[in-house]
């Protein structure tokens, strides 16, 4: 099998003659306890429209799924060994059955009336990304992580309306917009913001529909935080790189994020998504912490541009 291949896990007969109205794709690896949460949610949605089915696109997990298929038997799943959640949410779209889709991630959980919001965006032909919360063990008491996460974890409002793109863990559109921007790319550049630009490049418009609500866990220590900036920093180096900037654009956007956190900071004061002195407190220390480790591993890779290549080696 080459890995573009495709291997089909599981696929019920719909449980309705009715064809689906929406196709809601989920790519996932390695988090089966998260997904079967994930699939929790979307079992107790209601959809006035008609039936909507789901979609999970496997990329390659170590741990076997049998369990949650054996749980949701009525939930289709395939399995794109090709690296790249973009890779599986395309896999996905194309085995999609309904004319509108949905995309959320394995480890998030959609709150009521996700489905509802996300088709009648869909079918209205909007291109739409949805707000994205974080998930908290006790509000009156956060992790340094849950509290910065909490106010700059998933910034949909402004990716939406400043950036011109949507986080693809929580969005929705109708399958034509997909076919006519084109598919999501492949894991060595952030997906959705390279294809939220081409789709504003074409003149699609992307809305923020916060009535379409999705929540994610916060990374569990800063160790999780700082892998996920190490994948996001490659993405923006990989970028710059391909554009042909100069290295003092890079110099520059490095000195950006070392002033960040004084810039930042008023935000986390005044969040309304965190409450309490101390949580405020533990979230400013988390945001100087994170920017400048950012910072540390930019210096890195700008060094690596007039040296060895060695960056993510």
């Not at 998260?34 to 979307?42: I, P």
């Not at 550049?189 to 081409?198: F, P, T």
Request: hydrophobic residues 50%; glycine residues 8%.
């Amino acid at each position: 099998m080459t890995p573009g291949d495709s291997l089909l896990l599981s696929d019920p007969a719909p449980a309705t003659t009715a064809a689906p109205v929406i196709s809601v794709v989920i790519p996932h690896l390695n988090t089966p306890d998260l997904l079967a949460r994930c699939l929790e949610s979307l079992m107790v949605q209601q959809l006035d429209a008609g039936p909507f089915e789901v979609i999970v696109v496997d990329n390659g997990s170590r741990t076997p799924l049998d369990a949650v298929q054996q749980r949701f038997a009525g939930v289709r799943f395939l399995l794109q060994p090709a690296a790249g959640p973009g890779l599986a949410r395309n896999m996905g779209a194309a085995a999609a059955r309904a004319p509108l889709l949905a995309f959320i991630d394995a480890d998030c959980i959609a709150l009521p009336g996700w489905v509802q919001a996300a088709h009648a965006a869909a079918a209205s032909g909007a291109v739409v990304g949805g707000d994205i919360g974080v998930e908290v063990v006790d509000a009156a008491c956060m992790t340094g992580c849950e509290a910065f996460e909490s106010e700059f974890g998933f910034r949909q409002r402004f990716y939406i309306e400043t950036r011109k793109f949507s986080v693809t863990a929580n969005m929705a559109m109708p399958a034509s917009a997909l076919a006519r921007v084109g598919p999501f790319a492949g894991i060595e550049i952030a997906e959705d913001l390279d294809w939220g630009q081409r789709a504003h490049a074409q003149g699609q418009s992307i809305s923020f529909l916060p009535a379409m609500r999705v929540l994610h866990p916060a990374r569990p220590d800063f160790a999780a935080l700082a892998r996920k900036w190490d994948r996001l920093l490659q993405h923006e180096w990989n970028g710059h790189r391909a554009s042909g900037r100069s290295i003092m654009h890079w110099w520059l956007r490095t000195a950006m994020v070392a002033l960040s956190p004084f810039l930042d900071a008023r935000r986390m004061i005044l969040s309304d998504r965190v409450s309490g002195l101390g949580n405020r407190w533990r979230g400013l220390v988390t945001l100087v912490r994170i920017r400048w480790y950012r910072v540390a591993k930019m210096l890195v890779a700008g060094r690596a541009l007039t040296g060895p290549q060695r960056w993510n080696r």
